[in-house]
C-alpha cells in the first residue's frame, strides 16, 4: 500500500454509515486509493483456531471479493448490506481503487481508533447517527470519541 493513500470509513451498514460511504467516494476518493471499511461487532465471532489471532488485531484485511462472498462472510460473523456492496463495487470499477475490509471486535470507539493506526489510515470518515444530547450522554458518542482521540484527521457526515 506503499504511496497511495488509506482512506478509512467506519461501517455498521447503517443508513448513516452507508451516507458516509457515498460522502467518502464522492468527495475523498480518487484513484489508485485504498478505501478500507472499518467494522466492529461488540460480541467476538469468529472460529476457534482464530479467536486467538484476532482478537487483539482484529481480522485480517479482506479484499473486495471475499467480503462480497456470504458464505466467506459468515465465517466473520459479518454480513454486509447489498446497498454498501453495491457503492465499494461500484466505486472500485469508475475509480479505479483497492477495496478491503477490516473486522474488529469489542468497543467501537476503541476499536476505530486503533484501527486508525495500525493499518494506518490516512483519514477516516465516519457517520453521525444524530443523537440527540441525553442519548449522546448516556450512550456514548462513537464520532465525538474518534474526533477527539484519533490521530489521524476525521470527517464526520451528518445525516
Known amino acids: 500500500m506503499e504511496g497511495s493513500r488509506r482512506v478509512g470509513v467506519a461501517v455498521d451498514f447503517s443508513d448513516s454509515s452507508r451516507n458516509a460511504l457515498r460522502w467518502a467516494v464522492d468527495n475523498v476518493i480518487r484513484k489508485g486509493d485504498h478505501l478500507i471499511l472499518v467494522t466492529v461487532h461488540a460480541n467476538a465471532y469468529y472460529e476457534e483456531g482464530e479467536m486467538q489471532l484476532w482478537e487483539a488485531t482484529g481480522s485480517p484485511l479482506i479484499q473486495l471479493s471475499d467480503f462480497s462472498d456470504p458464505n466467506i462472510m459468515k465465517k466473520y460473523g459479518v454480513k454486509p448490506d447489498p446497498e454498501t456492496l453495491d457503492i465499494v463495487n461500484t466505486a472500485a470499477a469508475q475509480k479505479e481503487i483497492v477495496v478491503l475490509l477490516k473486522i474488529y471486535w469489542g468497543d467501537a470507539r476503541e476499536k476505530i481508533c486503533e484501527a486508525i493506526d495500525s493499518i494506518p489510515l490516512s483519514c477516516i470518515i465516519i457517520g453521525n447517527r444524530g443523537l440527540g444530547i441525553l442519548k449522546r450522554v448516556i450512550m456514548g458518542s462513537v464520532s ?7 490521530s489521524c ?7
Do not use: A, L, Y
Open 153 to 159: 484527521p476525521v470527517t464526520v457526515v451528518k445525516t
Open 144 to 150: 465525538n470519541h474518534v474526533v477527539n482521540n484519533g
